[in-house]
């Protein structure tokens, strides 16, 4: 039988973290302790340390019928470095622990592994620790990762003002359609937007730095909920519609399933960009910024006094919630 | 119905957010931003961040039939805090990731959060942020702890020299002769001892400041494997089991349930004491700053050229392994 075929329960705890010691060596002046002490230990210059951790549950936050292991590993740290990217906080080091069953096979779970570490390289958070427990159920991965920025320069939420224009990164949609289309068996590149998001890491660092966004937070549950997430507690944001950036291909796959494209880039959620309150006389320079990042921030609304998410137009755009769905 | 009978499923999602902001207010000048951002922000003062993560999954790290729910929220806190202190590392925050079945009902889960968070509070690391996820499964609590340490300070695995001597702190086998008593039905102050483990976090951080101390680690496999955390790679450990701190009351617990008392204090784990290689010349000097803390240390073998752990006498200690028991 290759090693291919081998479980957990053939190698045991033990072997695995020797594997995964074997196969993720964090690199970085950054790391001064990685996987194999008591805790990690990682290099922090700024005077704030941001945290911040993310549990996905198979069955639940992803299908295995839909998403490799890889991309399960990829998500999970991009999830958690969009979080970070939404505070201007610079990516650190990620930790990551996994509940398997003892009949998982250990090359998935290096793939799992691996795709995370090399995400979290890529953004300058290498894997410094985690944990094994065994389960019988679903899969469960949690990480956290940490990051660091100067406080007084972090971008945070409900700090925008009446009057504030409110900005997103990049294009909406894409990794709802993406979803949709998965359910529904339909090919489409969105599938990747959904399975193997960006987190907007380089934009945020550079946005915080800048002092001029008065708030920020990631797009993770759609816009429709998270542009509340900018506007001072008990005021609202009206969203122009028609000036929403929707992602290529959303607009086909809306077609084909006979769903409504607006619906998929307003509320559908875990695109992970980054919604913004600009003061109106900053955006021309913010764009001009995003821009040199190879980013473009689009004015999509306004925060108001009247509380709430007003798009403009009548819909039902329920927030998604864990327990009630 | 009263509120004591709503579960998750009831509240949603948000509601037990809202109820944990309410109950849970992370006090101190080191939390800059709490509960209800992307991420969470705490000052850190050292040069490094020192990140553990421990996942407790129902039914094998835990059991509900022995465990209160603010037992395994005491205990989840603990695990971690032990680990900082093992790197004499000041904790400054917790972060707490629930996996819940939708029935589940929300004063169990407000009896763990809050008893994670008081222990957290009364180590300095208050609980500044997590994760809430549903689960068709056993519940899944992950914590993971934030500290900071001067590295030049921290205490390391595998740093100790041969000829060193082995220190322990506290009693040892109090955890494992509780957990026997438990899956016996047997009444003994020593439950606590497995169910609310206490971290030895301030001492720890008095030890990492004399630098006086070669190696560290905590215990939580047993003495027999854990003192391998001590020694340099390839040499190993004397363990002089007349010597060894046995917690009062687990003669009786062994000699109730025909067990061996001294395998319960060098093998059976979760006592969440500190394991330590000095230099003989230093031993007294730490032995005075531990009872200045109201602990002890006391000398229970030597590290040696020859690998492995060896016990003095013939025993057939197995470790614990995730996938393997």
């Given at each position: 039988m290759g090693s291919g075929k081998r479980t957990v329960s053939d190698v045991g705890e033990a072997g695995l973290i020797a594997r995964i010691q074997r196969h993720v060596r964090p690199r970085g002046a950054g790391v001064v302790v990685g996987i194999g002490d008591d805790a990690a230990m990682v290099r922090a210059v700024a005077p704030a340390a941001v945290l911040t951790t993310d549990m996905l549950v198979e069955?639940?936050?992803?299908?295995?019928?839909?998403?490799?292991w890889s991309?399960?590993?990829h998500k999970a740290a991009a999830v958690n470095l969009s979080d970070l990217?939404?505070?201007g906080a610079t990516p650190r080091g990620l930790l990551l622990s996994l509940a398997l069953r003892p009949d998982t096979h250990v090359d998935d779970v290096m793939a799992l592994v691996r795709s995370l570490a090399r995400v979290g390289e890529r953004y300058g958070a290498p894997l410094v620790g985690g944990d094994l427990s065994k389960i019988d159920g679903p899969l469960v991965a949690s990480v956290t990762a940490i990051g660091e920025v100067d406080p007084k320069r972090a971008l945070r939420r409900h700090a925008g003002r009446v009057g504030d224009l409110v900005l997103v990164s990049g294009a909406?949609?894409?990794a709802a359609a993406g979803l949709a289309a998965l359910q529904a068996g339909l090919a489409t590149p969105l599938h990747r937007r959904q399975l193997r998001p960006t987190p907007k890491v380089a934009l945020?660092?550079?946005?915080?730095?800048?002092?001029?966004v008065r708030s920020a937070a990631d797009i993770s549950d759609?816009?429709?909920?998270?542009?509340?997430?900018?506007?001072?507690?008990?005021?609202?944001?009206?969203?122009?519609?028609?000036a929403l950036p929707v992602d290529r291909g959303v607009a086909e796959v809306a077609r084909r399933l006979q769903k409504d494209a607006l619906r998929f880039a307003a509320a559908g959620g875990e695109d992970f960009e980054l919604v913004l309150a600009v003061a109106p006389k900053d955006v021309a320079?913010?764009?001009t910024l995003a821009r040199r990042h190879g980013e473009r921030l689009t004015v999509v609304g306004t925060i108001v006094k009247q509380p709430g998410v007003s798009l403009g137009r009548d819909t039902d755009l329920e927030a998604f919630d864990?327990?009630?769905t």
């Open positions: 069955d639940v936050d992803f299908r295995l019928a839909w998403a490799s991309d399960v590993g990217a939404a505070m909406l949609g894409g945020g660092v550079a946005l915080a730095r800048t002092g001029l759609g816009l429709a909920r998270d542009a509340m997430h900018v506007a001072p507690r008990g005021a609202g944001v009206v969203i122009d519609t028609v320079r913010l764009q864990h327990f009630r």
